[in-house]
């Protein structure tokens, strides 16, 4: 290529240093269609951005349903302080019941004393069973003695 149309394809610098495009008229491109084109390309990238921000505004609306279905479903404050008042009042109680109950060593000595009173009254059970079994043949001998003689003295009296 030669100098002047190498010249001709370098675009000078703006001052961002981005480099402004220069349009030739053996380029083909009438400055309206290239306005017109830039146009387009900004629209269709601001359309791009705008699906974009749509897209993303739908997922934080979603995560914030999801923040606020959650937010529903935890239980509140109030509801708390009443749940940890009845749980203290409940430790309170068996704390209370605790104290009045008796040791390990005096429920043994108690329970000691339990045994011994029930093997006496086993005992003496079976003692006055045994009288009573002792008791109803003295008495069942006394009645047949009875009977006997009884029934001498009638075969005697006849």
Known sequence: MDEEHRKGLQHPLEDNGIPKPVMHSRD??????YIDL??????????????TMSQRLDGMNEFRESLKDQASRFITRAEMDLRIASVCADVHSLEK????????????VKHEGLDNAIHDLQGTRFENKGKASQNSLLFTAAVAVVSLILGLIRLFVK
Not at 28 to 33: F, H
Not at 41 to 47: C, E, G, P, T, Y
Not at 97 to 108: D, M
């Open 38 to 51: 830039r146009f387009e390309d900004s629209q269709r990238a601001i359309d791009r951005a705008e699906r």
């Open 28 to 33: 083909g491109v009438s400055l309206r269609d």
């Open 97 to 108: 019941r605790l104290g009045e109950c008796i040791s390990r060593s005096e429920w043994e």
